[in-house]
């Protein structure tokens, strides 16, 4: 408890535990305890409480709007597996070495948050405003963006508390979605967080290290320096593009007599890549792979990824368009599909009542991505459970919204706006919303999208910029992708090393080292 005679310069405001008197439905008071749930809550010297805001999640909705909601006006609390914000457009940088790591980073504590607790939301209570939350007292698990569905046995689950809210923004984002495909989640690497890029980099040199040893065959040396891409978007397209500047660049000079072994592959289901530009851009794009040696392979359907037990650390993929053969790779980079987030899940399969209507309701979901449905103000809509089986146009005339709760960000759509999952309607979303909330006229002003278009790195200083003002490729697109991703780094420090980090990587090369 906070005691009459604290000095107001210590702390205007501290963290108050206390244990949980009135149990989470399902669990009892003995349960709790016994468990470690404790109560958050904040309190300020002068008596006065401001309105408690809480996150869940730090990525371009969560960060964003924590970034721009007023400090004067609300207490801002952020609950997040991760410390930290990945600016994700150049991400396929730094899994090369064109920019290091934290270049793209944006700590979260830097924010001057009122509190923030690394963990997981691990589920809600919407009739007491109390969040359920798992810490993360694991490392590995901070950027993790694929599924866990078997955690392993040497990695306990976190302590267990409890966090009251005022209000509530959910914006925990999305996982990589594998559809299922045998080996994907167990071997394949995903470009989501700092961990995959930092996986995927020392997986790329280390290939390249033992295709050199005089002990490795030509066989196996083809099989390690061939990088297979699953997914067309802008994200598997420009890790491509980035893999060839640093082995045109860089590692040919130091491995010149391997390059004749080396094979990049694009692969994807659809008819054709890139699918948000039109078709004359995409042509560009295909044109200039095919100049560069860079294999894409459309309508191809990957089957299975597993192990290769002829030569060590690399793979076989098994395509349904080549029937029995098996293609050698020595990386497989995921860059297709999103799914929702198990507590996204967890939600939507809970009934509730709340102490304004007596009648059982649930979240409102959205039947093709499975995200939590929001009105046109980013209000978490809610339906009767009766109304869960009926159609979506029955459920939107039954639909309300819940209220103080907010919905930002991958893990939502919309109601009839049918937005992409992207950073840039995220981040829109993220200021919108903080604007609203900072005015106090959340349901008077709907949220309206402003598409800035699309920007795809296709390598050696070029790129494609599509709008509807204008349509641009080469070397200018290449200009405005770099000066718009420059402009939008959150931080003066990240504006300064990310051209940092750029110039050294021209003037100098990248850094080719395993550390």
């Not at 979240?363 to 009766?386: E, F």
Request: net charge positive; with cysteine; hydrophobic share 40%.
């Amino acid at each position: 408890m906070a005691t009459p005679h604290m000095s107001g310069a210590k702390a205007s405001r501290r963290l108050l535990t206390r244990r949980l008197v009135i149990p989470l439905s399902g669990l009892d008071f003995q349960q709790c305890a016994s468990r470690g749930m404790r109560m958050a809550s904040t309190a300020s010297n002068d008596g006065r409480r401001k309105e408690r805001v809480v996150i869940l999640g730090s990525g371009w909705s969560g960060y964003g709007l924590a970034r721009s909601l007023d400090p004067k006006k609300y207490e801002r609390i952020m609950i997040s597996p991760r410390s930290y914000f990945v600016f994700t457009p150049l991400l396929a940088g730094t899994a090369v070495g064109t920019l290091e790591f934290r270049a793209v980073l944006e700590p979260v504590r830097r924010l001057g948050l009122d509190r923030f607790h690394q963990g997981w939301a691990d589920d809600i209570d919407f009739a007491r405003k109390i969040i359920r939350v798992e810490a993360n007292t694991s490392d590995d698990l901070a950027s993790r963006t694929r599924l866990v569905l078997n955690r392993r046995p040497d990695v306990g689950k976190g302590a267990m508390f409890d966090v009251e809210y005022d209000k509530l923004v959910i914006a925990v984002g999305s996982y990589s979605q594998t559809f299922g495909i045998e080996g994907v989640r167990e071997h394949a690497n995903f470009l989501r967080d700092v961990g995959d890029a930092r996986k995927i980099r020392m997986k790329v040199l280390q290939n390249f290290e033992k295709a050199a040893l005089p002990i490795t065959t030509n066989a196996e040396r083809k099989k390690l320096l061939h990088f297979a891409i699953v997914g067309g978007g802008p994200t598997g397209i420009e890790f491509a593009a980035e893999l060839h500047d640093l082995i045109r660049d860089d590692l040919r000079t130091t491995y010149p007599e391997l390059m004749k072994f080396l094979g990049i592959t694009v692969y994807d289901v659809a008819p054709k890549v890139l699918p948000m530009f039109d078709k004359k851009l995409a042509d560009y794009a295909m044109d200039r792979f095919h100049r560069e040696g860079i294999k894409v392979k459309t309508q191809h359907h990957l089957m299975r990824i597993r192990p290769d037990e002829e030569t060590e650390g690399c793979f076989k993929l098994k395509i349904k368009e080549y029937g029995d053969e098996e293609i050698g790779a020595g990386i497989v980079v995921w860059s297709t599909g999103l799914m929702q987030n198990p507590l996204i899940q967890k939600l939507e399969g809970k009934t509730f009542k709340l102490p304004s209507s007596g009648s059982e309701m649930q979240l409102q979901k959205d039947a093709r991505t499975g995200g939590l449905i929001t009105d046109a103000h980013l209000r978490v809509n809610v339906i009767p459970r009766d109304a869960a089986s009926e159609s979506t146009q029955s459920q939107g005339q039954k639909s309300t919204p819940l209220p103080d709760v907010y919905g930002i960000g991958d893990c939502t759509v919309v109601s009839e706006m049918g937005l992409p999952a992207t950073a840039q309607v995220a981040s829109q979303q993220a200021a919108h919303l903080a604007k609203r909330l900072n005015k106090g006229d959340v349901d008077q002003t709907p949220f309206k999208f402003r598409n800035w278009g699309t920007m795809t790195y296709l390598g050696n200083w070029t790129a494609i910029h599509q709008s509807s003002a204008d349509e641009l490729k080469g070397w200018m697109a290449w200009v405005l992708w770099r000066t718009a991703y420059l402009t939008r780094s959150m931080s003066i420090r990240n504006k300064i090393t990310v051209p940092f980090y750029w110039a050294i990587s021209w003037i100098f090369g990248r850094d080719i080292s395993r550390f």
